[in-house]
């Protein structure tokens, strides 16, 4: 329904749960989101519907990208199958801390990336068990039996062995294993993040902006 409301401008839909008689959008949609739209997709589910609805496919940098594979490569089959063309790049979300020195960057990574996992782990539950009798979180279920094994440091260290971050010659060489792994892939990162300070984060960012970004332009 929203799809399609955002190709014409006038949304409507008669389905079990939410429907709507026809209506115009105010204000109308400038253009269709078919070549900007992306999908969230870390469940099964959620990437059959990234790969049905021609999504993007959307992958925050929170496990090992190795792992990620299988999930990938289902997406790129389906969209083959559903849209008769390759699926589009992959979009990965990280979490970085760019700093010169590299001892540093690791002490405050883990210090600001356990507070965000932290606040994250309490937020959702997700070492509890509601997602075992939760229909539809299967994913969610099997990733916290892991959790529950490996505990907030094990979460801790797979977080970051799989984001990017430290000086920036270790940001590009982790950028250059994922893209050997994945193939070609957008790039969005946060770098205010489990309570960073403003003047921290923003130094982070200015370091990335000035010895990182200029080489992620000259890829492919």
């Not at 079990?16 to 959008?25: A, D, G, M, V, Y």
């Not at 559903?82 to 001892?103: I, S, V």
């Not at 094994?149 to 940001?171: N, Y």
């Amino acid at each position: 329904m929203v799809l399609e409301a955002l190709r014409t401008g006038f949304i409507e839909g008669d389905g079990p749960h939410f429907p709507q008689p026809r209506i115009e959008i105010r204000p109308r949609p400038e253009r269709p989101f078919d070549d900007r739209f992306y999908a969230v997709a870390s469940s099964d589910d959620s990437v059959e519907s990234a790969a049905r609805f021609a999504g993007r496919m959307t992958m925050f940098a929170d496990r090992a990208w190795e792992h990620r594979m299988p999930s990938i490569t289902t997406y790129r089959e389906r969209y083959l199958e559903l849209h008769g063309e390759p699926a589009p790049p992959l979009m990965t979300a990280d979490f970085c801390l760019c700093m010169d020195d590299a001892d540093e960057a690791e002490e405050k990574a883990r210090t600001y990336m356990g507070t965000y996992l932290g606040s994250l782990l309490e937020h959702y539950e997700v070492m509890g068990d509601h997602f075992a009798v939760t229909e539809g979180y299967d994913s969610y279920a099997k990733a916290a039996e892991v959790l529950r094994r490996v505990g907030e440091s094990g979460f801790l260290d797979m977080f970051m062995s799989a984001t990017a971050w430290g000086t920036p010659d270790q940001i590009l060489a982790k950028l250059e294993q994922r893209r050997d792994l994945i193939g070609p892939f957008e790039y969005t990162t946060a770098f205010r993040y489990g309570g960073i300070p403003d003047d921290e984060a923003r130094a982070s960012l200015q370091l990335f902006a000035a010895e990182v970004l200029p080489i992620l332009h000259t890829w492919d």
